[in-house]
């Protein structure tokens, strides 16, 4: 508890001195754009290993052996695409929101309209994830065991998350967010090296002991080979499929997530955009290898058992894992500060991304509804940021809602439902914009709502939301128990809903007329060299 609170008094700290800080709407949305590319790259990491890359993989991993790992894989190869294809493009295009760069060719309303509420979506799914993970680590930590604990848990989370979005900005939760970033790399850290060194730093040794404990009885070395969660002779076809949509969404999602779309407008250069990212990459690199070690490790010393009677979606292996190397290693009470250590890490790690989630969704309702669609253009800067703060209040009242009703589901799986999303709406529209020249205003809504609503119906009626009753003593997994009405085979939708965006996108660009080459001229000039995107962020 001391270590909590003192996490907790330090962020609100920072958060309160940001809020003294944060006068215009630059420096609520973009931290005044103040940042360089090292503190922006240790914000992205922060923003980026969230509550699904330290407690949900080191989970799935602990559950699914080999399975579990190819979450940590697509993570990561995530931000290549994030590199490659949009970090330095968006930076040089926009202002403050994904929107801003849809809308410099396009009829404003209609785009900023379809973006805003597709950022909103992705959000809001994402934040589940978090929220999910907080009643699952709190619950462990305080011994909480009832569902209606682990609820009031989410909502103290949700809450704090609203004061440090409402009063601190963009810079208030950047700053939490790199402080983060090097409690969550140390955290990890140590309990790598304490778990490594138990093996004599023989991860053969590790991996042999978490197949045998962990494994399944009959075949224990399958815990190490692929098709223990996807593909196994149950599922049959639909399990193969079903691992590359996931593999798709992964890969495909990042450079559509909207809380990280945002970052890249807090450095003051395109340079800078850049050398964050590589700076993101470096860090979130080698924490996911950690999570091998994590997960692994958590399968060898805690047990499968023993860590689905804790959480039945594995969301706390990581804490369980601190808690028995330290035991084993320097005794009882070192366990327990080992953990509360871990767990206090943990919860930084999810109050910081729920804040950038926060802030992102909030952004763009008042930036992009109330100040372009509703407003017209006409709001001040300081109508903009009282209706972002007031939005923030009830996007995080949403969250805290749905993350009540999710609590059972692992956080990476949740997440990699928020990527399949990003990927199927976000994605096809700021690829087309900045790179197709014939794309149009059509196109842009078409690719927005397509790859959004096909993504939502998929997982609505997938085994994600419903399904027959599980067998005796296995855990329930759907949202909803008792009801079966899911006819999509597939966990995730990815396979299906991101080629629909991309097809939603080229369709309605081709049946539309419009097309304003003067515009894209300008966009391509700006996106690739810098020229204009200073000027175009005074205005």
Same mark, same amino acid.
């Given at each position: 508890?001391?270590?909590?609170?003192?996490?907790?008094?330090?962020?609100?700290?920072?958060?309160?001195?940001?809020?003294?800080?944060?006068?215009?709407?630059?420096?609520?949305?973009?931290?005044?754009?103040?940042?360089?590319?090292? @503190?922006?790259?240790?914000?992205?990491?922060?923003? &980026?290993?969230?509550?699904?890359?330290?407690?949900?993989?080191? $989970?799935?991993?602990?559950?699914?052996?080999?399975?579990?790992?190819?979450?940590?894989? %697509?993570?990561?190869?995530?931000?290549?695409?994030?590199?490659?294809?949009?970090?330095?493009?968006?930076?040089?295009?926009?202002?403050?929101?994904?929107?801003?760069?849809?809308?410099?060719?396009?009829?404003?309303?209609?785009?900023?309209?379809?973006?805003?509420?597709?950022?909103? #979506?992705?959000?809001? /799914?994402?934040?589940?994830?978090?929220?999910?993970?907080?009643?699952?680590?709190?619950?462990?930590? +305080?011994?909480?065991?009832?569902?209606?604990?682990?609820?009031?848990?989410?909502?103290?989370?949700?809450?704090?998350?609203? !004061?440090?979005?409402?009063?601190?900005?963009?810079?208030?939760?950047?700053?939490? @967010?790199? !402080?983060?970033? #090097?409690?969550?790399?140390?955290?990890?850290?140590?309990?790598?090296?304490?778990?490594?060194?138990?093996?004599?730093?023989?991860?053969?040794?590790?991996?042999?002991? *978490?197949?045998?404990?962990?494994?399944?009885?009959?075949?224990?070395?399958?815990?190490?080979? =692929?098709?223990?969660?996807?593909?196994?002779?149950?599922?049959?076809?639909?399990?193969?499929?079903?691992?590359?949509?996931?593999?798709?969404?992964?890969?495909?999602?990042?450079?559509?997530?909207?809380?990280?779309?945002?970052?890249?407008?807090?450095?003051?250069?395109?340079?800078?955009?850049?050398?964050?990212?590589?700076?993101?990459?470096?860090?979130?690199?080698?924490?996911?290898?950690?999570?091998?070690?994590?997960? /692994?490790?958590?399968?060898? +010393?805690?047990?499968?058992?023993?860590?689905?009677?804790?959480?039945?979606?594995?969301?706390?292996?990581?804490?369980?894992?601190?808690?028995?190397?330290?035991?084993?290693? /320097?005794?009882?009470?070192? $366990?327990?500060?080992?953990?509360?250590?871990?767990?206090?890490?943990? /919860?930084?790690?999810?109050?910081?991304?729920?804040? $950038?989630?926060?802030?992102?969704?909030?952004?763009?309702?008042?930036?992009?509804?109330?100040?372009?669609?509703?407003?017209?253009?006409?709001?001040?800067?300081? @109508?903009?940021? !009282?209706?972002?703060?007031?939005?923030?209040?009830?996007? %995080?009242?949403? *969250?805290?809602?749905?993350?009540?009703?999710?609590? %059972? @589901?692992?956080?990476?799986?949740?997440?990699?439902?928020?990527?399949?999303?990003?990927?199927?709406?976000?994605? =096809?529209?700021?690829?087309?914009?900045?790179?197709?020249?014939?794309?149009?205003?059509?196109?842009?809504?078409?690719?927005?709502?397509?790859?959004?609503?096909?993504?939502?119906?998929?997982?609505?009626?997938?085994?994600?939301?419903?399904?027959? =009753?599980? =067998?005796?003593?296995?855990?329930?997994?759907?949202?909803?128990?008792?009801?079966?009405?899911?006819?999509?085979?597939?966990?995730?939708?990815?396979?299906?809903?991101?080629?629909?965006?991309? +097809?939603?996108?080229?369709?309605?660009?081709?049946?539309?007329?419009?097309?304003?080459?003067?515009? &894209?001229?300008?966009?391509? #000039?700006?996106? +690739?060299?810098?020229?204009?995107?200073?000027?175009?962020?005074?205005?």
């Amino acid at each position: 508890m001391i270590l909590f609170l003192t996490f907790v008094a330090a962020t609100l700290a920072i958060t309160f001195w940001a809020s003294r800080q944060t006068k215009t709407a630059a420096d609520y949305y973009a931290g005044g754009r103040s940042f360089t590319g090292v @503190q922006n790259g240790l914000a992205i990491g922060g923003d &980026y290993m969230s509550a699904a890359s330290f407690l949900g993989i080191a $989970g799935i991993i602990a559950l699914s052996g080999y399975d579990g790992f190819l979450y940590s894989i %697509g993570f990561l190869v995530a931000w290549l695409v994030a590199l490659l294809l949009v970090a330095e493009l968006m930076r040089n295009s926009g202002k403050f929101t994904m929107a801003d760069v849809l809308a410099f060719r396009m009829s404003p309303r209609p785009v900023r309209t379809a973006a805003g509420v597709s950022t909103i #979506v992705v959000s809001i /799914f994402y934040l589940l994830a978090q929220m999910v993970g907080a009643g699952a680590l709190v619950g462990l930590l +305080l011994g909480i065991t009832s569902e209606a604990g682990k609820a009031w848990t989410i909502v103290g989370v949700g809450a704090l998350m609203i !004061v440090y979005v409402v009063f601190g900005g963009m810079k208030g939760t950047t700053w939490v @967010q790199i !402080v983060k970033a #090097v409690l969550l790399m140390g955290g990890a850290a140590l309990v790598t090296v304490l778990v490594l060194g138990k093996y004599g730093f023989n991860l053969s040794a590790l991996l042999g002991q *978490a197949a045998a404990t962990s494994g399944p009885k009959a075949n224990p070395e399958s815990f190490l080979s =692929p098709g223990l969660k996807y593909g196994t002779e149950a599922q049959g076809l639909a399990g193969k499929i079903d691992l590359i949509s996931l593999g798709l969404a992964l890969v495909l999602g990042t450079a559509g997530l909207p809380h990280i779309l945002i970052r890249f407008y807090t450095v003051p250069t395109a340079k800078d955009a850049r050398k964050s990212v590589l700076w993101g990459i470096g860090i979130i690199g080698v924490f996911y290898l950690l999570t091998l070690v994590l997960g /692994f490790g958590a399968a060898a +010393l805690v047990g499968k058992d023993a860590i689905v009677a804790g959480d039945k979606a594995g969301n706390t292996a990581a804490p369980m894992l601190a808690e028995r190397i330290g035991q084993e290693i /320097f005794g009882p009470v070192g $366990g327990t500060i080992l953990l509360a250590l871990i767990g206090a890490v943990a /919860f930084a790690t999810i109050l910081a991304v729920v804040a $950038g989630l926060a802030l992102a969704s909030s952004s763009s309702f008042s930036h992009d509804l109330y100040a372009h669609v509703f407003k017209r253009g006409q709001a001040t800067e300081r @109508q903009e940021v !009282v209706v972002a703060r007031i939005s923030a209040l009830v996007i %995080g009242a949403v *969250a805290i809602g749905l993350g009540i009703l999710a609590q %059972g @589901q692992n956080v990476a799986f949740l997440v990699a439902l928020a990527f399949a999303v990003a990927a199927s709406g976000n994605l =096809p529209a700021i690829l087309y914009s900045l790179f197709w020249k014939r794309f149009n205003t059509t196109g842009a809504v078409a690719a927005i709502y397509g790859g959004l609503l096909s993504a939502l119906i998929l997982v609505i009626f997938s085994p994600v939301v419903s399904a027959p =009753p599980p =067998p005796a003593g296995t855990a329930v997994t759907a949202l909803i128990h008792g009801v079966d009405f899911h006819w999509f085979p597939l966990s995730n939708p990815g396979i299906v809903s991101i080629p629909l965006g991309f +097809l939603c996108g080229w369709l309605g660009t081709i049946l539309s007329k419009e097309y304003n080459a003067a515009k &894209y001229a300008e966009i391509e #000039v700006r996106s +690739l060299t810098g020229v204009g995107a200073e000027k175009a962020s005074e205005h």
